[in-house]
């Protein structure tokens, strides 16, 4: 069984930064991609950024721009910087790590807390 866990939230001012991270020891496939959520209070998760086995990144229309996803020298450690961050931005994040023979499901982590005010 495969746990991730999140780690690097915190609370920070409008327009700070935070360096999220997804550690999952153990897990050394590089078959399937990584995909960071988010969910805010009495809302639904959000799909915010992926990164693929070769390193090929998206972003949701909301963070492009500020975020920026990355994987470690062991790709086991996936990052997200968050740049520029707004109240808005506030939420649990989360990751999620691939698997299955078509990728078809997800490891997920518990969530790091982010929350952006003044």
């Known amino acids: 069984e495969v746990q991730p866990v999140e780690s690097g939230g915190g609370l920070v001012q409008p327009g700070g930064s935070l360096r999220l991270s997804c550690t999952a020891p153990g897990f050394l496939s590089n078959a399937c991609g990584t995909d960071w959520y988010r969910q805010a209070a009495g809302k639904q998760h959000e799909w915010i950024s992926n990164?693929?086995?070769?390193?090929?990144?998206s972003y949701a229309g909301s963070v492009k721009g500020r975020f920026t996803i990355s994987k470690g020298r062991d790709e086991e450690v996936v990052y997200l910087q968050l740049d520029s961050l707004k109240p808005e931005d506030t939420a649990m994040y989360f990751c999620?790590?691939?698997?299955?023979?078509?990728?078809?499901?997800?490891?997920w982590g518990q969530g790091t807390q982010v929350t952006v005010s003044v």
């Open positions: 999620r790590m691939g698997y299955g023979s078509r990728c078809e499901y997800g490891y």
């Open positions: 990164i693929r086995p070769d390193g090929s990144t």
